[in-house]
């Protein structure tokens, strides 16, 4: 008789995420909620979760897995894992009654500034504009968000900015994106992303002035 494939495991590479019980005890983590948790950047402070660790750790951490399983892999079971848990994090989803403060303060970073645009002011469409919306995670469809692009055309893209720009530089817009599109503890809710937003024309906004 064949045996039964266990979903919780891949023939190679690593082990599938999946998410712990909210009381269950560190020690008892399987290698996948551990690998999980290694990924998610909510902590950072996105949406209504506190900051807990800082943007260096969360890169960090996520370099290391990059390291060992490579990029593709790393950035898929990211988006996995966003969608996993966004009942927890996204403020238009979950039961809080207010966004808590964040716990420490963002302090030192020797990471780079995002290089995005404030999702808050839609303006002309831009090198910059159009970075924005490509290494938005939201497009692919997280919590609140409709799906507007495929995994893989987003992960063909996302790529493609990681040889242009660096990985560690990607992983920083990335994170200022879901700070932009799902809200900071404290600070704000979350503003509409560029995809899901009309963009000016050069032509209109030269007419609005």
């Known amino acids: 008789m064949p045996r039964r494939k266990n979903p919780k495991h891949r023939p190679s590479g690593p082990p599938l995420p999946s998410w712990p019980r909210q009381d269950q005890p560190v020690a008892s983590f399987t290698p996948g909620q ?3 948790v290694s ?6 402070g996105v949406g209504c979760h506190p900051r807990t660790i800082s ?3 969360w890169v960090g951490s996520v ?4 390291r060992i399983y490579g990029e593709a892999q790393v950035l898929r079971d990211l988006i996995r894992v966003l969608r996993l848990t966004a009942r927890v994090w996204d403020p238009a989803l979950t039961e ?9 303060e963002a302090g030192p970073s020797d990471l780079p500034l995002p290089m995005i645009e404030d999702h808050s002011k839609p303006g002309k469409w831009t090198q910059r504009s159009v970075r924005t919306v490509a290494l938005n995670l939201a497009l692919v469809g997280i919590g609140r968000y409709p799906q507007l692009v495929p995994d893989e055309r987003w992960l063909k893209v996302t790529r493609r900015e990681c040889i242009a720009t660096g990985t ?6 990335l994170l ?3 700070r932009q599109a799902y809200g900071v503890p404290g600070e704000h809710k979350g503003y509409i992303p560029f ?3 009309q963009i000016p024309s050069s032509e209109e906004s030269d007419d609005d002035n």
Do not use: C, F, H
Not at 39 to 44: A, D, F, K, R, S
């Open 168 to 173: 560690k530089q990607v992983l920083v817009d």
């Open 195 to 197: 995809g899901y937003q």
């Open 39 to 44: 990924l998610w950047p909510i902590p950072t």
């Open 63 to 66: 370099m290391r897995s990059i």
């Open 55 to 57: 943007d260096d750790e």
């Open 96 to 104: 809080s009654a207010a966004p808590p403060e964040p716990q420490i």
């Open 176 to 178: 200022a994106n879901l």
């Open 34 to 36: 551990l690998y999980a």
